[in-house]
């Protein structure tokens, strides 16, 4: 069983499982990713504020791979929303002819000019898909009204306890792929050492972490898990030689309680996340 793609609503084809670089030091960056390339990784998810563009662009230089092979992800943080150069901008940091998919980073800030200048971007060749992240209240409508190239993917915290239920009904129109993070609960043991999740790692030879990873697999989500362990980027991506069961689907479905991680709200994001400008 080879790794597995989704077609977004752009037409392009994006590889379902790849590796998130959020916290992951510039000058690890680009070890990290041709690690992870040797492995089969082909998807990155990276952002101009997690200030490593740079060094995913030199990895893939680096890598020797074919830039159609890889698919890679930025984001624009609000801070950038009102420049119209800001994705000229992050393709000078990433050295890339395009990026394959741009998201706008936080429903804050003049998101309906960012999202006008992704179109631009679209309609120029320098961004092939677009979509959005963490965008869950009112202003995700205001955005999907205001869109003539609608958000193909929506990046959002997602895992068995929260599994976006809702949200992923609010976007079923436009065909939008949800994207995880938080794909493991943040590490939460009480999530990972469910019992479920312990039976059917038995039964697959598997870790508790994989049967995850692979549910998120079969309910169609994109997962990039983050790691700079060498075993653990090695066993992320060993998830694609089994398949649960629709019955082994169903009783992780039944976790889901609608318990997030992260509980900022809207008005505090305004107010702690609107004074970060990250570096050019």
């Known amino acids: 069983m080879e790794q597995t793609y989704l077609t977004l609503n752009s037409g392009y ?13 510039p000058e690890e960056t680009k070890q990290n990713l041709l690690d992870a390339f040797t492995l089969g990784y082909r998807h990155v998810d990276t952002a101009h504020a997690y200030q490593n563009e740079r060094e995913v662009g030199q990895a893939v230089k680096a890598s020797e791979l074919e830039r159609s092979e890889l698919f890679i992800t930025s984001k624009l943080w609000p801070s950038d929303y009102a420049d119209p150069k800001a994705i000229d ?32 971007a679209v ?28 958000p193909a993917a929506l990046q959002v915290e997602c895992h ?4 976006q239920i809702q949200l992923k009904e609010r976007i079923a129109g436009i065909g939008a792929i949800i994207e995880s993070w938080y794909p493991l609960g943040h590490g939460d043991a009480s999530l990972i050492n469910e019992p479920v999740f312990t039976e059917l790692a038995q039964k697959y030879d ?5 049967i995850i990873l692979r549910w998120h697999i079969q309910s169609g989500h994109a997962v990039f898990p983050k790691t700079t362990n060498p075993d653990h980027l090695k ?3 060993a998830i694609f030689d089994f398949a649960l069961t629709d019955e082994e689907m169903a009783r992780i479905n039944a976790l889901n309680k609608d318990f997030r991680y992260f509980n900022m709200t809207l008005e505090e994001r305004e107010k702690n996340l609107m004074a ?3 570096a050019d």
């Not at 084809?13 to 030091?25: A, C, D, S």
């Not at 320098?126 to 009112?138: C, D, M």
């Not at 598997?206 to 994989?210: E, F, L, Y």
């Open 206 to 210: 598997k870790t508790n972490a994989q």
């Open 123 to 150: 309609q120029a060749g320098k961004v092939r898909s677009i979509g959005l992240s963490n965008f869950e209240s009112e202003r995700l409508e205001e955005i999907l009204e205001l869109a003539t190239v609608q």
């Open 160 to 163: 068995p306890y929260f599994q």
């Open 235 to 237: 066993e992320n991506i």
């Open 13 to 25: 084809k994006m590889p379902q499982f790849g590796i998130g670089v959020y916290l992951v030091k």
């Open 276 to 278: 970060y400008v990250p």
């Open 89 to 120: 901008k992050m393709l000078v940091r990433l050295d890339m002819d395009y990026i394959d998919l741009v998201l706008l980073h936080q429903e804050i800030g003049d998101y309906k000019a960012g999202w006008k200048h992704l179109e631009a």
